[in-house]
């Protein structure tokens, strides 16, 4: 339990580093540590992003984005942004089986990950260090 002891501050830093690489056996500290928050708790399988149409349906889904979404890396940006409204204090993503995503597409990993950047960094210049929104890889 030592191991997790500072997670739950590693999450409420809204600074970077905005990416966090656990192993599978932290993922009950992580959510845990996001209900302890009052945080957001999303967890998309990265196995399953084949390609940009399976990114922009799974987070679509997960998300529950408008009919709007435009399907493309900046409406991605934009539709998380308006998490924004939600009673959340912060933001947690999980991506689960990261490494094969990493092995199989390491293109679309890094398109993500800047993606997700993106976001985590406004989030932090717009409400002054107080909201973090953190990606967690988990392999």
């Known amino acids: 339990m ?21 192993e599978p056996e932290d993922l009950p ?4 540590a996001t209900t302890d928050l009052s945080f957001g708790f999303w967890e998309i399988d990265a196995k399953a992003l084949t390609d940009e149409e399976a990114v922009w349906d799974l ?8 009919a ?35 092995n199989r597409d ?5 398109a993500l990950i800047d993606c997700l950047d993106n976001v985590s960094e406004e989030f932090d210049q717009w409400k002054g260090g107080r909201v973090p929104f953190k990606t967690v890889l988990i392999d």
């Open 106 to 110: 390491p293109e679309l990993l890094g």
């Open 29 to 32: 500290a992580v959510r845990k």
């Open 2 to 22: 030592k191991k997790n002891a500072a997670l739950p501050a590693r999450l409420a830093d809204s600074g970077k580093p905005y990416l966090l690489k656990l």
């Open 59 to 66: 987070f679509a889904k997960a998300f529950a984005f408008p």
């Open 68 to 102: 709007h979404f435009g399907r493309n890396w900046d409406s991605l940006i934009d539709c998380l942004r308006d998490l924004d409204g939600t009673p959340f204090k912060g933001y947690v993503l999980v991506l689960s089986g990261a490494e094969a995503l990493a």
